[in-house]
């Protein structure tokens, strides 16, 4: 088979966990697709992210006509960390259990092999532009994210959860979820975006490059990669029933309209709190206080292009 783009030369990182389960072989099968495409494909796999973090870096440093991930949203934030401001264009082939920025992407999220059907045809036209969020912690530690950074609800559950030892898989997130509801209380906030300060009791708390977080959660559900902005998203003191009541309805994004949840748009955002963590792309990063700036056009992308979202009356630019 002949690529109907010219060959490029693609360097693609691969997650252990790709290999086996549900998703074993999928990196493989891609690299090999890709090579009798006629692509030159320098394909990583190593034991440890530290050593694939290593290598990737390395191989960026020729830039490549593309770096590919192959994993989760985990795998994302690594090449997004890799690739932001670099001008090599990232890649995603979907293989984990979130694949959120896929689907803020418009990339098929359950089935790799049309997520890889559209990375191939992606490659014949140049690569999207698309925006990135750089986190900056009180130890002037920096990181990107290119769909979400998380510091609530969702951030204390995944707090819970790495710690606990079992069960094994997703029911650990379960669990740890219900143990965390008998003790829910309003995190108290302190929010300054593009110069203007607030404070507020809250349940969740989110930053939002795209649309969702934990698998398809669409909590900034308004959210342009492209419109040189950041959605916050604030949902205000809630009792557990009322938060019960309200969170299901994240998963279709109509939370928005509940008069408890507010949507602030902004460039420069700093959020101070106390005992939370950030978590960027479903990745612990640090605790508050940390500082978080949109980089237009920071990364290039292979992907479809974006459909706008309709504007919301919930969508405002400062908070009210």
Not at 64 to 82: E, F, K, S, T, W
Not at 266 to 287: Q, S
Request: charged letters at 20%; aromatic letters at 4%; proline letters at 6%.
């Amino acid at each position: 088979m002949t690529p109907t783009c010219s060959p490029k030369r693609l360097v693609v990182a691969i997650n252990q966990s790709a290999r086996f389960g549900a998703n074993k072989g999928v990196g493989d099968t891609m690299v090999e697709r890709l090579r009798a495409l006629g692509h030159d494909v320098v394909d990583l796999v190593e034991p440890t992210y530290k050593e694939l973090i290593a290598s990737a870096t390395r191989e960026i440093a020729k830039k490549p006509d593309a770096l590919i991930v192959v994993g989760g949203d985990g795998m994302v934030n690594l090449g997004v960390n890799l690739v932001a401001g670099t001008g090599v264009p990232l890649g995603l082939i979907p293989a984990g259990t979130g694949n959120d920025m896929a689907r803020s992407l418009g990339i098929p999220h359950e089935d790799q092999t049309a997520a890889l059907d559209v990375l191939i045809e992606a490659l014949n036209h140049p690569a999207r532009v698309i925006d990135a969020g750089l986190v900056t912690d009180s130890a002037g530690e920096t990181r990107w994210f290119g769909c979400m950074l998380s510091a609530g609800f969702d951030s204390i559950v995944n707090e819970r959860a790495n710690r606990m030892q079992h069960p094994k898989g997703a029911s650990r997130y379960t669990i740890a979820m219900l143990l965390e509801l008998v003790t829910l209380k309003p995190i108290q906030y302190k929010i300054t975006h593009d110069g203007e300060t607030f404070e507020s009791g809250g349940m969740m708390m989110s930053v939002g490059n795209g649309i969702s977080l934990g698998g398809g959660m669409k909590v900034t559900p308004t959210a342009l990669l492209d419109d040189g902005l950041l959605d916050i998203l604030v949902v205000g003191p809630l009792t557990r029933i009322q938060f019960l009541r309200i969170f299901p309805k994240v998963f279709a994004g109509t939370h928005i309209e509940d008069p408890r949840v507010r949507i602030i748009k902004a460039k420069k955002i700093r959020i101070e709190a106390d005992g939370v963590v950030a978590y960027t792309d479903g990745e612990r990063f640090a605790g508050l206080p940390i500082d978080i700036e949109v980089k237009p056009g920071a990364l290039k992308v292979f992907a479809p292009p974006v459909v706008a979202a309709e504007p919301t009356a919930k969508t405002t630019a400062a908070a009210k």
